[in-house]
């Protein structure tokens, strides 16, 4: 029920760009991206709700998109003008319980594997 499944992610010289995709059970909840880089806590990145308003950390605002598309239960992230700073392992999440804007990791209950993505200089 709560499995996610991700892919997309790699390696790219800094300004190019990567999409990242996440399969997932419904749509019915808001959803996020968030990432972790060695050493570092893990962060909010980005999220869609249901409703289709969207949400950015500063550091990518301007650069990466979050789309959904509820009819195939997936949420997208495209990512323009990647830094070597966004290098990380990317997770999908999803909530079970907020159809509005979150951005605590605890907001989320089921999250994947996450995937990585690295930007070299």
């Known amino acids: 029920q709560g499995q996610l499944v991700e892919s997309g992610g790699g390696l790219v010289q800094a300004g190019g760009s990567l999409r990242l995709s996440c399969k997932t059970s419904t749509s019915d909840y808001t959803m996020a991206w968030f990432r972790q880089a060695p050493g570092k806590e893990r962060e909010f990145v980005s999220a869609?709700?249901?409703?289709?308003?969207?949400a950015y950390s500063d550091s990518v605002k301007g650069r990466f998109t979050i789309s959904s598309d509820s009819a195939k239960d997936t949420v997208d992230l495209q990512m323009n003008s990647l830094k070597p700073e966004d290098t990380a392992l990317y997770y999908c999440?999803?909530?079970?319980?907020?159809?509005?804007?979150?951005?605590?990791?605890?907001?989320?209950?089921?999250w994947g594997q996450g995937t990585q993505v690295t930007v070299s200089s």
């Open positions: 999440t999803r909530s079970a319980r907020y159809i509005s804007i979150v951005r605590r990791t605890n907001d989320y209950d089921y």
């Open positions: 869609i709700s249901p409703g289709g308003v969207t």
